[in-house]
């Protein structure tokens, strides 16, 4: 009885470790960056299927703004990549919704700052 119930208790958290979630991402979640980045670089917890993974960047109108080259990068598959022209001072959204290699699809955003 106690290893079925001990085995219920870790279930959740496997089957919740199968989704491919935000790690950490450059610019960093809610920071401020005194330059405009060349890119944003988003990691994940797991693999990401590159043809249904993708990065947008938007200005605080909804502009998308970045270069429309999101992209999975071909040396490290849980990293998702868009490149940006120059941006202005202000706040910029980044969007993200990734395929993980196994068929979990996740999706979210954050914010990031240009002051100069």
């Given at each position: 009885m106690l290893l079925g119930v001990l085995a219920l208790a870790v279930l959740p958290v496997?089957?919740?470790?199968?989704?491919?979630?935000?790690?950490?991402?450059?610019?960093?979640?809610?920071s401020t960056v005194r330059a405009s980045p060349a890119q944003v670089r988003v990691w994940f917890t797991q693999h990401l299927e590159p043809a249904f993974s993708t990065v947008r960047v938007l200005d605080r109108s909804g502009?998308?703004?970045d270069n429309g080259d999101s992209r999975v990068d071909t040396a490290n598959a849980t990293l998702l990549v868009v490149s940006l022209p120059a941006l202005g001072p202000g706040t910029y959204k980044v969007i993200w919704r990734v395929l993980s290699v196994d068929a979990h699809v996740?999706?979210?955003d954050f914010t990031f700052d240009v002051s100069q």
């Open positions: 496997v089957r919740a470790g199968a989704h491919a979630f935000l790690d950490h991402a450059n610019p960093a979640v809610g502009k998308q703004v996740t999706e979210g």
